[in-house]
């Protein structure tokens, strides 16, 4: 049975169908820029991240732990680069649309290698969600959250975290 | 760069000795540094492999041995390449993420040479225990 509605209900109605549609513009965001490693997505503090640097000779410094791949020179600043894929027990194959990030946390710094970088997005707070789909083997410490991007579960890096637990790692 | 050139810019320098090793090249202040044998003393010198922390042992295919001036051990480094004049503004620490992932501080700094397109690692050898 249909309803009979007057001229005013429906443009009511319509009216507050826009109004749900609308996005709220005071939702608080996060900036988050979106990386792969491997077959894995992952996502960084976009705050945190100073650089994002094409691939570029790493030095080998011997004595380090095995995920420091070496030091770079990024315009006279020496930067440690760390392998993000081998920090956090994953396979992966670099290649020529790796990428260096270099994150800041606290008083460190260093680079991360990763496989690729797709995009730097601003996301409401609100579509983050508890970590659920941690992979076998990744400290759960790790990750403080997890999205939807492009119909993949992204996982968000506490870099804080990350960062700290690879300098302190024995060798 | 002459002795006079460098009073001019009021810049200071060191001599260091670089070697190759592996796939990268190292440098020793040659203040560090007695002398260098003239015939390799392999039997009873350290190799600098062992003494910088690299876990596979490395080839020595030009081995040659100098000696400390503090307490005259025989360290034994491959293919010399020779002395090299660097300017400190040229020389930058290790970063801290480096710092403290290190067991000790016996590479403490990246030098770059004019005239060298490589870094030069640099070794203090007074953290050497």
New interface residues.
């Given amino acids: 049975m249909s309803e009979n509605f007057s001229a005013q209900e429906i443009l009511d109605r319509a009216r507050m169908q826009r109004i749900e549609k609308t996005v709220d513009i005071d939702e608080a965001t996060v900036q988050l820029v979106v990386i792969n490693i491997g077959t894995d997505f992952f996502a960084m503090p976009g705050p945190s991240i100073r650089e994002i640097l094409p691939p570029m000779p790493v030095?080998?410094?011997?004595?380090?732990?095995d995920h420091?791949l070496g030091?770079v020179?990024v315009r006279?600043?020496?930067?440690?680069v760390i392998d993000l894929a081998k920090a956090l027990h994953l396979s992966h194959t670099p290649g020529p649309l790796s990428r260096i990030m270099i994150a800041k946390a606290g008083?460190?710094?260093?680079g991360f290698l990763v496989d690729y970088v797709h995009d730097i997005i601003d996301l409401p707070k609100s579509k983050i969600t508890s970590g659920q789909k941690i992979p076998a083997g990744l400290k759960s410490e790790y990750i403080t959250g997890e999205f939807e991007f492009k119909s993949k579960t992204v996982l968000v890096l506490d870099i804080h975290t990350v960062?700290n637990d690879?300098?302190?790692?024995p060798? | 760069m002459t002795v006079a050139e460098k009073k001019i810019d009021g810049d200071e320098s060191f001599e260091m000795l670089v070697f190759r090793l592996g796939q990268g090249c190292y440098g020793i202040p040659a203040n560090q540094i007695d002398s260098i044998e003239e015939k390799p003393v392999i039997e009873r010198a350290e190799p600098i492999d062992a003494i910088l922390g690299f876990r596979e042992r490395q080839e020595f295919k030009a081995p040659r041995v100098f000696i400390t001036k503090s307490d005259r051990r025989h360290i034994m480094i491959d293919r010399l390449i020779g002395l090299m004049s660097v300017h400190y503004r040229d020389v930058k620490t290790m970063p801290l993420s480096v710092k403290k992932s290190r067991a000790c501080d016996i590479i403490w700094a990246v030098a770059s040479v004019a005239q060298f397109d490589e870094p030069v690692l640099l070794i203090d050898l007074q953290q050497v225990n």
């Fill in positions: 030095t080998f410094v011997p004595g380090l732990p420091f030091i020179n006279g600043d020496l930067e440690s008083e460190l710094s260093s960062l690879m300098i302190r790692k060798l």
